[in-house]
């Protein structure tokens, strides 16, 4: 059986994982890591991609991105690998694949989880042992949205806009939902959505984007369907 196309919705938000082969190391080095997000940044404007945020740690990649069309995330994907891989294995001196398989990807609504997409990137090195907090790791969007350094090719949320009038309040407050932020099993349905090519948001998107997709985006019902018994006659 064919395997369904990567979940790829036009102007909506996808949050997209990507992780090294066997847990092996996708970059070894800050030359490798500042290599790595040139091209990622680079590949989304030529592909039409809008980066809105990402998190590099030692073996996982993900990004918060929103494409113009239906191939757009595949594209985007395939432009980092022919270039950042083809280099990163000519540094290293290795052939093959860097990634374990086909990225994964969800569908976050923005209005009332775009943060959550923004800040689980932020923690995304701290929960793969890099960090201890996300101002400690500058291999993330954090510093951008936090006030700490200006990053080119990231396009803020809504959201992000609405935590204040003016930069000095947006990137206050958004530290503040950084340092409430926290990678526990009550986020655990950030990564989830993605692992899982699920839609997170309220009922009325869910349903928008399933209609939108054409396939199931909420999690189905654990455990093996019952079996209905005969009835007796």
């Known amino acids: 059986m064919a395997r369904q196309p990567r979940l ?3 102007h909506r938000l996808h949050l997209l994982l990507l992780c090294g082969h066997d847990g092996q190391a996708i970059a070894r080095d ?8 040139r091209t ?3 590949v989304a404007t030529e592909q039409g991609v809008r980066l809105h945020a990402y998190g ?6 993900a990004l918060l991105a929103t494409p113009v069309d239906s191939t757009g995330l ?3 994907v395939q432009g980092i690998g022919r270039r950042y891989v083809r280099d990163f294995n000519a540094r290293h001196g290795r052939r093959g694949t860097l990634w374990d398989g086909r990225f994964r990807t969800g569908v976050l609504q923005t209005e009332r989880h775009g943060l959550d997409g923004m800040l689980y990137c932020d923690w995304l090195a701290v929960a793969d042992g890099d960090a201890s907090h996300p101002s400690q790791w500058p291999w993330s969007s954090h510093g951008h949205y936090a006030g700490h350094t200006a990053q080119r090719g990231l396009v803020a949320l809504a959201p992000y806009w609405g935590l ?3 930069p000095f309040a947006r990137e206050e407050a958004y530290q503040k939902c950084a340092l409430a932020f926290k990678k526990t099993k009550e986020n655990q349905w950030i990564e989830d959505t993605a692992r899982r ?7 009325a998107f869910v349903r928008a984007m399933e209609a939108l997709s054409g396939r199931r985006l909420r999690p189905g019902q654990p455990g093996r ?3 209905h018994k005969p009835v007796p006659n």
């Open 225 to 227: 369907p019952a079996k």
């Open 197 to 203: 090519g699920l839609a997170h948001g309220d009922a």
């Open 74 to 76: 595949s594209r985007w």
């Open 56 to 61: 590099l740690s030692h073996q996982r990649l």
């Open 40 to 42: 990622l940044q680079t």
């Open 8 to 10: 790829c919705l036009p």
């Open 164 to 166: 204040g009038n003016t």
């Open 30 to 37: 800050d030359q490798d890591r500042q290599a790595c997000i």
